[in-house]
């Protein structure tokens, strides 16, 4: 368990489709370091389900409820549902979600022959439209071009990645790089105000390419900073 940062004491983290690859690591690495998370689902009861076996495999504080429970239960609220969801679920927690910081790190991907490739999205981004659906929250892009697979491995120790974090609101931003610091080998770097989520978002098209060539889970790194 690392030194939680002043910014997450007493903050809980609720992972909306928690019960997935992604939704798992980032809920896995955060109730590693010691924050409290709520896996949030469309069943409650998979909710539990995927809780209790995080919390078997781990010494951290893991509950599981259905999204709107979880919603409620965290201060900041990660969304890892597929693009086909996203707005309809986020509609539906617009009260739940007021006041709080959401961290969207959906990416709008198709998937053809030739591979992923990024689709347009009418807001300009999945992050800017959950920003359009929830005024009264806080939106923040990050954890976009992040491995689930290795978010998930327990044998990976540091996960050799900087995570992009975007958003129009300084405090939320320097919060949501503070949570990604909190996974060792993870650095977050601000990336710039929500409208320039999108290429963040399509970039992962480009990392599954490198992926699927060198059967890898590519990462990314900033340098110079
Ligand atoms: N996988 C990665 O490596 C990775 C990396 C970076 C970012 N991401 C992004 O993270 C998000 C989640 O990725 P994933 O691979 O974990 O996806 P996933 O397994 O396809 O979906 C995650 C969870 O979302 C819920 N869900 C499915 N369809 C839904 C719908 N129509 N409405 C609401 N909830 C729905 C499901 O949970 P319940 O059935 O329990 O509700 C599912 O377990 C995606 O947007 C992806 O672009 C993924």
């Known amino acids: 368990m690392t030194n939680l940062p002043e910014s997450l004491a007493g903050k809980t983290v609720a992972v909306l489709g928690g019960t997935g690859p992604q939704g798992r690591g980032l809920a896995r690495r955060f109730a590693v370091a010691g924050v409290p998370v709520v896996i949030g689902s469309r069943s409650a009861e998979r909710a539990a389900e995927a809780a209790t076996r995080l919390a078997a495999d781990l010494s951290g504080e893991v509950s599981g409820a259905d999204n709107a429970g979880a919603a409620a239960a965290g201060d900041i609220v ?91 609101v300084r405090e939320a931003t320097d919060l949501v790089q503070d949570l990604a610091d909190v996974i060792p080998g993870v650095r977050g ?8 989520a999108h290429q963040v978002e399509a970039l992962t098209a480009n990392l599954i390419s490198v992926n699927r060539r060198h059967k890898a889970h590519a990462g990314i790194r900033i340098t110079d900073i």
Do not use: M
């Open 78 to 168: 990660v969304v890892a549902v597929p693009w086909d969801g996203h707005g309809e679920l986020l509609a539906s927690l617009r009260s739940e979600l007021a006041g709080k910081v959401v961290v969207d790190c959906v990416n709008p991907l198709g998937f053809d022959k030739q591979g992923a490739y990024a689709l347009a999205v009418e807001e300009g981004s999945a992050a800017q439209q959950a920003q359009s659906i929830l005024p009264d929250s806080t939106v923040v892009g990050a954890f976009h071009n992040v491995s689930a697979v290795k978010l998930e491995d327990p044998e990976v120790e540091t996960v050799d990645t900087d995570v992009l974090v975007l958003g129009d």
């Open 189 to 196: 770097v601000y990336g710039g105000r929500l409208r320039n």
